[in-house]
C-alpha cells in the first residue's frame, strides 16, 4: 500500500489496514510453521521475536486461526519463562545465575548492573526501553563464570568494571 | 519431513578417499571454537592463523587435498570444546600433539614460523602448574587432560563439526553403515545391553532396555527423541557435543530408528543454546544431501528423518514426559507413569528418549562392540562420563573420565585444586536434583552406585566445587529457589512443599530461623521427597538434606549463634576499614555504589554500616588490602571500634 493511498483513505479503513498489517506477519508466521497444535511453540517464539512480546490481541488472534482455545495459547505463553507478555526493550541482557555463576559471585554482577541501568526491585526494563534485563538459571558458560548474555551474545568472567563498559558502549551508540 | 532423495554416497569409498586425503595433511591446527574460546577471542585467532598459513603458501584445506593427489599441506579448522575452557582461547596442534592456551591473534606470526614451520614449542603459550615455572606442550602430559579418557569427546576439539566429509574421515557414519547392513534390529539393541551403556541425563536407565521395550510395542508409527534441554545449571557438556560433534548424535538417532522401527527423530534443544542449534541444523542438512537421512538410507530401505524442537525455558522439560508434552506444543507438565514413553509417548505412540551424551557414544559401542565399551569403568557403571567442572577449582572445563574416577583425582588433579589455594569445603553434584558431597567423599568413586550409596547422584555431570567461602545454607536457599521457580505446579507436595521449604531457608539466611524450622525443613523435605509426582519434585530436597546431614554447624551458626561462618550471607556481614592499614586513599569512598563511605584524604575513612548495601565492591577496589568483612560475630565489635 502507498503512504498517498493511505493519506487519502477514511479513517476507518486506515485503522482497519493498519491492523491487517499487524495480522499479515503473523499470518506469515503461522503459515511458514503450519497449523498443528504442536508449532505453537515455535509460532509464539517468531512471533516474540518479531514484537519483542506477546500482544494479547495477537494470542487471541493465533489461537482463532490455529483453532485452539485461546486460554491454551495463554497457558503456554505464561508457562515457559522465554515468554513475556510485557513489552521487553530493544537489548535483552540475561545475567547468569546458575550454581556456578552464583558460587562465583554473580548477585555482584547483578547489583552492578541494576545500578547502571537505574533499575528499582523488581523492575526489569528501562523507561527509555533500551534495556531489559532478567536473570536467567544457565546459559552453560560454567567455565566462564560469572557470565551473562546480551543479544544472544556471550560475555564471561564479568566485573562491575566491565559491565560499565558494555553498557555505556551501547548507551553512546543508541545515542547517536 | 524432508525425503528428497539425493545423491546416494557411497560409504567405503568416501571413507578412503577422506581418509587418504587427511594423510597428506601434514599439520592440523584446530582452533577451539567453543562457546567459552569465542568469547576469549577465538574466532579473531582462527582469522589471524588461517592468513599467516596462507601467507606462507603451505595452506591446504580438505578441498584442496582431494582435488589432487599430489597435494599436500598444513591446514587450520575450528573446533568444538577442547574443554580447558579456563585457559582459552585455545588451540592443539597434530600430530605433534601440541596444546597452547590463551592464545592470541597477535602471536599467530609466531606459531606459523617457530612452531609449524621449525618445529620448535614456544614455551610462553605452554602451559604451566601452579607454583611451577615448568612449561609442559604436550598434551597428554598437562594433567588436565592426561587424566582423562574420551569416547563421547573423541571428535570435539579435533574435527571440523560444520564439514560432515571430517566426520566421515574420522570413522563417521561407519557404525550407521555397519547396523543396516551388517545386523539385524535385534542384534544393535542386544549389542547396546551387553554394552552396559546406561542413560547420561540422570536416571542412569540402562539405554538399551528402552529401545528393547519401544521395538517390542507393535504400532506404524514410532518416535525416537534426543533430549537436549539440557537444564541443570553448572551442566554444559550436551551443549559441547552439539557445538562440537553434532553428527554423532545424529548417527545415533539412525541407528537407535532402525532398531526400534522408528522413522522420525525429534531433537529437543534448549533455545538458550543458539550456536547448538544453528551447528544441528547444518548437520541435518549435509546428512540429507548425503543420503544419510531421508528415505532408503544406504540402500538400506530404512527412512529415517529428524526435525529440531527448541524449548522455550523450562527446565522441568528435562522430564521425559514433559518434554512430550512440550513437544506436542503444550505446557511442559510431566503426567504419571506408568504407561512409560517406550509403550505410550509422542502422541501416544511408542516413544524412546535418549539424553545427548548417551547417544554419543552410540557409534562407538556399535563399531567396537560392546565387550570394548564395557572394559572401561567399573562395575554396572561402564564407559566413561563426562563432567563440568566449574565453580572455586582451578581448571574449569570440560572433563571425560572412565566411570570410577575418583573425586580427588577429579578435583585435584585434573582440576588442579582450589583457586587460590584456599580450602576445599565440598562439591555439588548433579545439580539442584544432587547432593552435595564433602572431604570425606574425596576417595568416593564417581559412579552410579557409589554416588546413590551416599544420597547424591551423577545426574547430569555438573560438579560444582566449593571453597571455605561458600556458604552451605545460601546453597541450600539457592537451589530450593532455583526448583521451586521451575515446579510446575502440577501436584501438591511438589508446588507447596518446595514452596515452604524456600521459606524457611530464606528466613534462616535472613537470620530469623529457630530449632523448630530446622526439624520443620527436615520434615518437609522427606515429604516433598516421597510425594512428589516427577523427578523434578523427588529430587528436588537432595540438596537440602545432603547439606543439613554434612554441614549441620553451619546451620547451627545460623540458627543459634546467628552468624554466618563462611562470611557470605548478607545479613551477618558487615564491612569495616582497618585504620591502621587505611591509607586515606579515597579510592573505595568514590566507588560505594551507596556512597557510604567517608573521611578525609590521608586518614582512615570509615563505613557508615546503616547504609552500607553490603556488595563487597570495596573491598575489591582498596589497594592496600585494609576493608574486610565480619562473619557476624567479629563485626559488631570491629563496627563499634570504627564508629
Not at chain 2, 606462507?56 to 593427489?69: M, R, S
Not at chain 2, 524412546?352 to 569403568?377: D, K, M, Q, Y
Request: net charge negative; hydrophobic share 35%; aromatic share 6%.
Amino acid at each position: 500500500m502507498s503512504t498517498v493511498m493511505d493519506a487519502e483513505a477514511p479513517a476507518e479503513a486506515r485503522v482497519l489496514n493498519g491492523t491487517l498489517h499487524k495480522f499479515q506477519r503473523v499470518n506469515e508466521i503461522i503459515d511458514r510453521h503450519g497449523k498443528a497444535p504442536s508449532n505453537l511453540i515455535a509460532i509464539l517464539q517468531e512471533v516474540q521475536k518479531e514484537y519483542r512480546y506477546l500482544p494479547e490481541e495477537i494470542m487471541t488472534y493465533i489461537a482463532t486461526v490455529m483453532e485452539i482455545h485461546p486460554s491454551s495459547v495463554y497457558g503456554v505463553a505464561t508457562f515457559y519463562a522465554q515468554f513475556s507478555l510485557e513489552p521487553k526493550g530493544k537489548h535483552i541482557i540475561k545475567v547468569c545465575d546458575g550454581t556456578a555463576c552464583h558460587v562465583r559471585n554473580s548477585q555482584w554482577i547483578i547489583d552492578s548492573l541494576r545500578e547502571h541501568l537505574h533499575l528499582k526491585q523488581g523492575e526489569h526494563t528501562t523507561r527509555d526501553m533500551i534495556f531489559t534485563f532478567e536473570t536467567v538459571a544457565c546459559i552453560g558458560a560454567c567455565a566462564l563464570a560469572p557470565a551473562m548474555m546480551l543479544d544472544g551474545e556471550i560475555y564471561g568472567q564479568l566485573t562491575p568494571d566491565k559491565i560499565k563498559e558494555i553498557i555505556d558502549k551501547i548507551v553512546a551508540e543508541e545515542g547517536e | 519431513m524432508s525425503s528428497t532423495s539425493s545423491t546416494k554416497v557411497d560409504m567405503n569409498r568416501a571413507h578412503k578417499d577422506y581418509c587418504q586425503a587427511l594423510k597428506r595433511e601434514k599439520i592440523r591446527v584446530a582452533v577451539c571454537a567453543g562457546l567459552g574460546c569465542i568469547v576469549n577471542g577465538a574466532l579473531e585467532l582462527y582469522d589471524a592463523l588461517e592468513a599467516e598459513i596462507k601467507a606462507k603458501g603451505i595452506y591446504a584445506d580438505l578441498c584442496y587435498l582431494l582435488e589432487d593427489e599430489s597435494n599436500s599441506g598444513c591446514s587450520v579448522v575450528k573446533t568444538g570444546c577442547q574443554g580447558f575452557c579456563e585457559a582459552g582461547a585455545l588451540m592443539r596442534i597434530e600430530p605433534a600433539g601440541l596444546v597452547y592456551i590463551h592464545v592470541k591473534p597477535e602471536d599467530a606470526a609466531e606459531i606459523v614460523e617457530r612452531t609449524l614451520l621449525k618445529g620448535e614449542i614456544i614455551e610462553r603459550l605452554a602451559y604451566k602448574a601452579p607454583h611451577s615455572d615448568k612449561a609442559v606442550a604436550e598434551r597428554n602430559e598437562i594433567p588436565f587432560y592426561s587424566g582423562q579418557k574420551q569416547i563421547v569427546l573423541r571428535n570435539c576439539g579435533i574435527i571440523d563439526p560444520s564439514d560432515i566429509r571430517d566426520y566421515i574421515a574420522h570413522d563417521g557414519y561407519l557404525a550407521l553403515q555397519k547396523a543396516l547392513k551388517e545386523m539385524s534390529r535385534d542384534e544393535v539393541i542386544s549389542t547396546v545391553i551387553d554394552s552396559g551403556l546406561r542413560g547420561r541425563g540422570g536416571a542412569g536407565f540402562p539405554a538399551g532396555r528402552k529401545w528393547a521395550f519401544a521395538k517390542a510395542e507393535e504400532s506404524d508409527t514410532k518416535y525416537m527423541v534426543c533430549n537436549a534441554d539440557e537444564g541443570d545449571p553448572g551442566a554444559f557438556m550436551d551443549r559441547s557435543v552439539l557445538e562440537g560433534d553434532p553428527h554423532s548424535v545424529i548417527e545415533a538417532m539412525a541407528i537407535a530408528g532402525y532398531a526400534i522401527g522408528a522413522n522420525h527423530g525429534y531433537i529437543y534443544v534448549r533455545a538458550e543454546y543458539p550456536l547448538a542449534v544453528a551447528r544441528l541444523k547444518h548437520a541435518l542438512k549435509e546428512a540429507r544431501d548425503n543420503g544419510l537421512l531421508g528415505n532408503d538410507i544406504l540402500g538400506s530401505g530404512f527412512d529415517f528423518d529428524i526435525k529440531i524442537k527448541e524449548g522455550a525455558g523450562a527446565f522441568v522439560c528435562g522430564e521425559e514426559s514433559a518434554l512430550l508434552a512440550s513437544i506436542e506444543g503444550k505446557r511442559g507438565m510431566p503426567r504419571p507413569k506408568p504407561p512409560f514413553p517406550a509403550q505410550k509417548g509422542l502422541w501416544g505412540y511408542p516413544t524412546v528418549i535418549n539424553n545427548v551424551e548417551t547417544l554419543a557414544s552410540v557409534p562407538l559401542v556399535i563399531l567396537r562392540g560392546a565387550e570394548w565399551f564395557s572394559s572401561c569403568g567399573v562395575g554396572r557403571s561402564t564407559g566413561t562420563k563426562t563432567f563440568a567442572l566449574s565453580g572455586k577449582v582451578r581448571n574449569t572445563g570440560l572433563v571425560e573420565v572412565p566411570m570410577g574416577t575418583t573425586l580427588r583425582d577429579m578435583i585435584f588433579k585434573i582440576g588442579g585444586g582450589i583457586r587460590g589455594d584456599k580450602r576445599f569445603k565440598a562439591v555439588q553434584i548433579g545439580g539442584p536434583s544432587g547432593g552435595c558431597l564433602t572431604e570425606e567423599h574425596l576417595d568416593l568413586t564417581l559412579d552410579y552406585d557409589s554416588l546413590a550409596k551416599v544420597g547424591a547422584i551423577i545426574g547430569s555431570g555438573g560438579l560444582v566445587v566449593m571453597d571455605e567461602d561458600t556458604c552451605m545454607v545460601e546453597m541450600a536457599r539457592f537451589f530450593m529457589h532455583f526448583t521451586q521457580s521451575e515446579s510446575c505446579g502440577k501436584c501438591v507436595p511438589c508446588r507447596e512443599g518446595t514452596k515452604r521449604m524456600l521459606e524457611i531457608l530464606e528466613k534462616i539466611v535472613a537470620g530469623k530461623g529457630t530449632m523448630e524450622d530446622l526439624e520443620l525443613l527436615d520434615e518437609v523435605a522427606q515429604m516433598v521427597k516421597d510425594a512428589s509426582l516427577c523427578g523434578l519434585g523427588k529430587t528436588a530436597p537432595n540438596p537440602v538434606l545432603t547439606m543439613i546431614k554434612y554441614f549441620r554447624d553451619e546451620y547451627l551458626a545460623h540458627v543459634v549463634d546467628k552468624r554466618c561462618p563462611a562470611g557470605q550471607c548478607q545479613a551477618f556481614k558487615s564491612y569495616y576499614i582497618d585504620p591502621e592499614l587505611c591509607k586515606g586513599c579515597g579510592k573505595c569512598s568514590r566507588g560505594c555504589p551507596a556512597k557510604a563511605i567517608s573521611g578525609k584524604p590521608r586518614e582512615a575513612y570509615s563505613i557508615d554500616t546503616e547504609a552500607c548495601l553490603k556488595c563487597g565492591a570495596c573491598v575489591e577496589m582498596c589497594p592496600f588490602g585494609a576493608i574486610s568483612k565480619g562473619d557476624g560475630t567479629k563485626s559488631k565489635e570491629d563496627n563499634g571500634r570504627d564508629g
